[in-house]
């Protein structure tokens, strides 16, 4: 596939959906209520989600139509993250509405129980969570840390699983007598223990689950799981780029507005040119991860043959551009970079936990050695 | 912008007209210049120019449409890279600021390659200070009388036009008292001197212009207006540097990878890493400019092309710099310092050794990396420009 194939802009039809969930998240979403909800007993925002998820119908965007969906493709839901990635928004909408969602979309959605659970989360009613380590590659071996017998009923553990503690369905991984399989695991299950972690994301919270002989539904079989997991990662990896951008230019924004304002040596800080220059290297690197952002939603929605690629590049662009955009935040505001008060910390933490989340960087071009065909040493 | 609301012809049509021209000019019976000449004038030469002026009014994104069915047809190019500042910075100033004369009269010589453009704008005492120009330019009835000296001048020994910005009025500010001109280089008053470079050759020149006799119809804008027509130029420049459209693994990664699959031996853990990185960067920069040309569709280009023109130069020295490495022994080796005066710009050809020292002009030729990050700093970003002091001052009363 060649570059003049991928639609690298927006539609009317996405740009007018960008400014809905803007316009929420400016009015439901500010940093000082991100903030405040940090310190509390509820880091996430239930209220925000139910509005997103039901009313804006978002949770649904990669369901079908005939099960209950949207029928939108990752071009919208990478439209969506830009948004919720801008505005840190704790609510769990790539956990469900991207992870466990693809995860189902990859098993066969013939099946009564897919089609129930894509129906109830696509409609808002349920919340799912895919029961993997948020640090989970594509491309890696199906986990073993589940087992399930030949009834259904799983044991085992999974750590770090975002957004686990407001699911109430579980999408697990688990291996049984015929191997791979995926099964769903209701939250409030006997034998289910979610267990919240302290997370260095304080937006998107982890959990380690407990499976203490849990009776599960088969959701997959060793045909289709590992594909279905797979693919899920993929289609996660690949839409997480357009949130590291939504952060990555709220970083940006914030900076260039603050240098714009704060006056030190009798002239305003964004005069000096060192800062200037530096600031116009953040600029190349946020138009540079939209485009390479861009190219991997568009190949996610037309399941273009080189998607694996373009996923890849875009978690290897753009995870670190985040991360950087964030740091220089922190740095340009001085001490008040440095304050809890400031909401600049909420996106560092994102930015460089998103980093590690679906594959490091690192991970991302090793992927790339065998995909673009540049092997490695010796 | 989306790419719904395009006005002109679509990929499809743009196809059809592609196969009606090879239906009557087969590339392997028809001679070069006969072939390119049917090309211009069926609009397909630049699809986002007017129709008459070998476009069509088409989104100048499907231009690589166009390309690559040429391309696939075995058809023979115009050799852009005889022809770069002509295509990239002349014909784009002429098309926005020229007359109907002037267009009708330079383009098509301009994209058959039949006439080689090259750009006086730089000077010994201006240089990213470009609107500091000293050359001057007096009238004298019909025409105007240009004395100066300008350098770094491209191509200047294959150039049979210029384009030329010179002063016309010393007592207004530094950018309000420029001209700009198209100059006859056969003119007896246009000396052109060769100027050897980091690569042993002679790309570039200094010319010295000695009362010059320009007529006043090759002055392309008003009297005094020329630094607004010359960023024009510069925009266009900018984006023609390092916005081309390449397939992936096109540009500088090609030659590094190359190497890389070709020569296993000379595989390292490490050059693996910086490798991969680069070739992220690259096809990372290759989306961005696709994105930029998709944005742009038929506008002319803003300070974006600053940002893509700040990555390829980083790109193209990072990655000639590897390629030296991965080398190794033969990266001792350099292919020729002969003084030739070449005729064609080439960022990619030639040994690594060349590409190495060539790429090192990418940060400063059309505007030095510097001066493109206050561009986007101050103009993308709106922060405050630098303190200045030569702003409203009259030329004639500046330091030098
Ligand atoms: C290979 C090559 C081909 C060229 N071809 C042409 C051509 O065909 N036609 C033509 O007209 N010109 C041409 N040029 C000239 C080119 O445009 C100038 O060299 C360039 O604009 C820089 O000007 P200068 O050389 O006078 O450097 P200076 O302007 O003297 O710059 C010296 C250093 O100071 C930095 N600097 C200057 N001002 C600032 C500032 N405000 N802030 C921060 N840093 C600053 C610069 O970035 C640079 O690093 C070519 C140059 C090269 C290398």
Redesign the interface.
Known sequence: M???D???????VE?DLRSAVRDLLTDRCPASSVLARCDSDTPYDLGLWRTLAVQLGLAGLLVPEKLGGQGASAREVGVVLEELGGAVAPVPFLGSAVLATSALLGCDTGDGRVAALLGRLASGESTAALAVPLSTAPGGAFPTGVRVDADGVLSGRVTSVADATVADALVVPAVGPDGPALYEVAADMPGVRIAAATPLDLTRPIADIEFEAAAGGLLAGARTATAALDGALLTGAGLLASEQLGVAQWCLDET?NH??QRRQFG??V??F?AL??R???V??EV??????A??AADALAKTAPDTALLVA?AQ??CAPVAVRAAEECVQLHGGIGMTWEHPAHLYLKRAKASEIALGTPGRH??A??AL??????? | MTTTDRTGPDAAELRRRVRALLDTHDPAATERLEFLRARFDAGLAWVHFPPGLGGLGAPRALQGVVDAELAAAGAPDNDPRRIGIGLGMAAPTILRYGTDGQRGRFLRPLWLGEEVWCQLFSEPGAGSDLAGLATRAVRDGDEWVVTGQKVWTSNAHNARWAILIARTDPEAPKHRGITYFICDMTDPGVEVRPLRQITGEAEFNEVFLTEVRIPDTLRLGEVGDGWRVAQTTLMNERMAIGGLALPREGGMIGGAVATWRERPELRTPELHDRLLRLWVDSEVARLSTQRVRQQLAMGAPGPEGSGMKLAFARLNQAISGLELELLGEDGLRYGDWTNNRPETVDFYGRDAGYRYLRAKGNSIEGGTSEILRNIIAERVLGLPSEPRTDKDVAWKDLPR
Do not use: E, F, N
Not at chain 1, 287 to 292: I, Q
Not at chain 1, 372 to 378: Q, T, V
């Open positions: 060649t570059a003049d991928l639609d690298l802009l927006y539609s009317d740009q260039v240098l714009g002239r305003v964004g005069s040119q200037k220059h600031l116009a290297d600029w190349l138009v540079s991860a939209r485009a390479a861009r190219a590049v290897a662009y071009r090793a790339l050695a673009a065909d540049l092997p490695a040493a010796g």
